[in-house]
């Protein structure tokens, strides 16, 4: 009976002192399929976990455009397989490497979820 209650006072603390809230913070699986045209690039959700918008964001080593692009967060509020967003960017590929970064909700963990090199366009 001791023991028992051990263990519910230590679970019941570690929740109440925060220190349960990392354990949801892990990063979602998913693999995501990029497409490129000379000036920009279609990331689509192939398969996995679904994921809030809000938390992915799409990085290049080349400047993107953001401005007239169709983010994942204009998508609605969740991301799942199927879902496009495309991104410009300001000149023609050059190899560049994109990724899809997810960052968790209170900021202390992220993790590239996919990652391409983007074909050289400028030849």
């Not at 967003?85 to 050059?94: C, S």
Request: charge should be negative.
């Amino acid at each position: 009976m001791v023991a028992i209650t051990v263990i519910l006072a230590a679970v019941i603390g570690a929740f109440v002192l925060n220190l349960g809230q990392g354990v949801q913070q892990t990063a979602p699986q998913a693999s995501f399929n990029f497409d490129y045209t000379n000036d920009s690039v279609d990331v689509t959700h192939e398969t996995g976990d679904s994921i809030e918008a809000n938390l992915l964001n799409v990085t290049s080593s080349a400047p993107i455009d953001y401005t007239g692009t169709e983010q994942f967060n204009d998508q609605g509020d969740t991301v799942s397989a199927g879902t496009t967003a495309t991104y410009n960017v300001t000149n023609d590929w050059e190899g560049e490497t994109v990724r899809v970064v997810w960052e968790s909700e209170n900021g202390e963990n992220s993790a590239t979820l996919s990652e391409s090199t983007a074909p050289d366009y400028s030849s």
